[in-house]
């Protein structure tokens, strides 16, 4: 059996030149956001070099305050690997949420930026709301969600940052199905995605994206990798089997499902012990991977199901009338 490894000592090739760490703690806030600041902290002290966040989380300026005392521990901001967002309500200006993000990080660039999603929101020229509604609760979208073409501009205003300011090392998205990115890719300015952030883990099997990604150099970053709310994955009796047979946690399991896999993986956690102990891996053989693939294969199940989501072509998305036929 080969023995366990560091995850925060594995890097992966972006297509630009760059490289990101394999592990990231992701900051979605707990009921109490000012949590994250000491999450933060835990991490990078145990070796974490990845933190994910975003302007929609509202857990930044909590993130800026964990960064302000680890640069004065001696951490330097090089050594760490900062990603944010910008949110579908500030489709028209994603600089002005990437300044709102710099600022409350207390940083001059961020390592990677993301489109959090490939719709746009009707939403005020500061962002608010962040979601809006109309009176029957539904979301008002400044473009149609599945057969509009504003979020191509919204991406392209993301690759402009990086053309003209120093802000941001690399550009990526988050949350593309197959059918946007076909839409997607003919219209770049310059910069092919680096990755795409989506929710993956055993119970939702999305081979087909994954090597749609690989074929264009964009790597997969996992979110939610142990189910969202409630943690099922870690439920799941094989998962259960290989964490006792490489003596380790469930979580090192679903972690290593992804990176073992050359999936970056970007855990939340409020558990400060969890956080710690994420850093070790199992190193899971190829067909215990495909073992783990199969679960969601055999029942495939999807645990974020926003409602934004409906119209990207997303496969087994909750609710979703708007893909079908995609």
Known sequence: ??????????????????????????????????????????????????IDTAWYYGTEKYIGEALKELFADGY???????TTKVWPSLHDN?????????SDLGIEYVDLLLQHWPVCFKSDENGEPAVPKDGNGNVIFDDDPASGTKFIDFYNKIEDIK??????RSVGVSNYSIPKLKQL???????????????????????DLVDFCQEHGILIEAYSPVGSTGAPVLKLPYVKELANKYEVTVNQVAN???INDGRI???????????????????????ELKT????????????????????LGFEWWEGDTLSKGE
């Open 163 to 168: 053309l003209n300011t120093n802000k941001a």
């Open 292 to 311: 783990l693939y199969q679960i969601g294969a055999d029942k495939p199940k999807r645990y974020i199901n926003d409602p934004w989501g409906y119209g």
């Open 185 to 207: 890719l003919p219209k770049i300015k310059k910069f092919i995605p680096v990755l795409n952030q989506i929710e993956y883990h055993p119970q939702l099997p999305q081979q």
């Open 1 to 50: 059996m080969a023995p366990n490894k560091i995850a925060t000592d594995i890097k992966f090739d972006l297509n630009d030149g760059n490289q990101i760490p394999a592990l990231g703690l992701g900051t979605v806030p707990p009921e109490d956001p000012s949590e994250v600041k000491q999450q933060v902290i835990t991490a990078v002290k145990a070796g974490y070099r990845l």
């Open 76 to 82: 330097k901001r090089e050594d760490l690997y900062i």
């Open 265 to 287: 993986s970007i855990p939340r956690s409020s558990n400060l012990e969890r956080i710690k102990a994420n850093v070790v891996i199992p190193q899971l053989s190829k067909e």
């Open 94 to 102: 994603p600089e002005k949420s990437l300044d709102k993000s710099l």
């Open 256 to 258: 290593a499902y992804h």
